[in-house]
């Protein structure tokens, strides 16, 4: 579950980042760049667990959880980034 909730805010992050494209003052591409290596970190640790015998997504609550939590601390990296950038210029 986590693999599909970073694959959906790096998705999601990449259309913004694409609609504000001229705009860059808030650098959404960076927060799509760390959601989408989320993803791939994700998808390669997915198909070891397949080839170990398990199922490609996990579909737990921990799981979904873990992936929130990835989530929430990519805004988090974001927003300190920002902040700081802001601090200097």
Request: with cysteine; proline share 1%; charged share 15%.
């Amino acid at each position: 579950m986590c693999l599909i909730i970073t694959a959906l805010a790096a998705a999601a992050a990449t259309v913004v980042w694409h609609a504000k494209a001229p705009d860059n003052r808030n650098r959404v591409g960076t927060l799509a760049l760390m959601y989408w290596g989320a993803a791939l970190m994700w998808t390669v640790d997915s198909i070891f667990a397949a080839r170990a015998g398990e199922g490609f997504f996990d579909l737990s609550l921990s799981d979904a959880l873990l992936g929130i939590v990835v989530v929430l601390c990519g805004i988090a990296a974001w927003a300190l980034m920002l902040l700081a950038g802001k601090r200097r210029g």
